[in-house]
């Protein structure tokens, strides 16, 4: 007889992102406080279905098969744990944007490391969870965490940091989106003219004040993403002039998101890119 586990899929923004050198392997050491908000995938697994693997998703443009990192999470858990599901199907509800730098792939392969974790009896820690979301990719290791976190090395050192007091989000997802690779090449050519004060936002962070969070708000991509589409300072004036408290991508992009005095306030933002732009979410830290 199978059965079905079910596990929430959060999204992450970056309250900062800041990018440092190119390492020997390629890939670029970062330093990033994260946050998870609560729009969310949901991933059902059903276990020993007695057929072979399959991964299904209701959005099309999603791949349905061993490429998907949750596919991949799954297999870097069985493997590691010694265990056999006798047959697993992945289903995954899509409402995290794609292509958007809120780790939408990340999320899932997370809710799938987490529920076969606790499925299984908890055989790793959080931080040894985490470390299996290394091998899937940058952002799993925090999506397994979760909260308000430091990332530094390729995403894989995480240093938990305070709760936030509840934030309302506007997340806005622009039409276009970015090469993840390309833009760390473009990085590479470019002086970087301004960088996070990191200091300052765990300062904030500690002290919950959202005000300076908001203020400290920054992502060193930010800039070079917007000489290509200068749509997101639209995205961004309209966010300032209706009360937001602090704005930035997220990621490598292409969402935007904005820090909101308070939900109504996060309404009428919503309302008004809503026309140009209805991929928009409200959203809080969870
Ligand atoms: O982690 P993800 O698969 O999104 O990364 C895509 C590409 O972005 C990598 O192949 C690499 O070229 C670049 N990257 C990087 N440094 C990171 C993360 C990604 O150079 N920390």
Redesign the pocket.
Known sequence: MSITLREGAFAKINLTLD?LD?RAD?????RSVLQTISIRDVVELELGTGQPWALTCDKEDIPQDNTNLAWRAAEVFFRTAKKDPQGLTIRITKRIPAQAGLGGGSADAAAVLRALNRHYEYPFSVYALAELGAEV???VPFCTLGGTALAEG??ERLRKLPDLPETVFVVCKPDFSVS??E??RRLDETAIAKRPDHKAMEAAIAKGDLGAVAENLWNVFEPVVTEEHLELNYIKSLMNSYGAMGFAMTG?GSAVYAMMPSFEYAAVVCAMLKENYPQIFIAKNV
């Open positions: 990018v190119r390629g890939y670029h050491d970062i990719g940058s952002d390729r995403g993840t690779p833009l760390y490598s």
